[in-house]
């Protein structure tokens, strides 16, 4: 069974940046799409960003595009979100997410999911 963990959140201002970290372990880690979603108080999580397995399939939503890089390391077994030019409203949970097959954009169609990194973005 995969596991996740993020890390790398925190305060930050208006126009600054935060690179979250999502580490794996177990499973079958290396042959899944990870994707990041985040959730807003009172808001439903959304999309945020996916990666394929070979890193050749890369989404975003278009409010981060632009501006959230999406990146993967094997080696390390851990999938990372450079986020740049921050602004209030991408203030959340952010989480990761693992699946089998390809990049998705559905939360329900992941299977594995991390507890959550906060992000906060003061104007």
């Known amino acids: 069974q995969v596991q996740l963990a993020e890390s790398g959140g925190g305060l930050v201002q208006a126009g600054g940046s935060l690179r979250l970290a999502c580490a794996a372990s177990?499973?079958?880690?290396?042959?899944?799409?990870t994707g990041w979603f985040r959730q807003a108080p009172g808001k439903e999580r959304e999309f945020v960003a996916a990666?394929?397995?070979?890193?050749?399939?890369?989404d975003y939503a278009d409010s981060v595009k632009g501006r959230f890089t999406i990146s993967r390391a094997d080696a390390e077994n851990a999938v990372y979100l450079q986020m740049n030019s921050l602004k209030s409203g991408d203030s959340a949970v952010y989480y990761c997410?693992?699946?089998?097959?390809?990049?998705?954009?559905?939360?329900?169609?992941?299977?594995?999911w991390g507890r959550g990194t906060q992000v906060t973005v003061s104007s």
């Open positions: 177990g499973g079958t880690w290396s042959l899944e799409t």
């Open positions: 990666i394929s397995m070979d890193g050749v399939f890369i």
């Open positions: 997410a693992s699946r089998l097959t390809g990049v998705s954009v559905r939360s329900e169609q992941y299977a594995y």
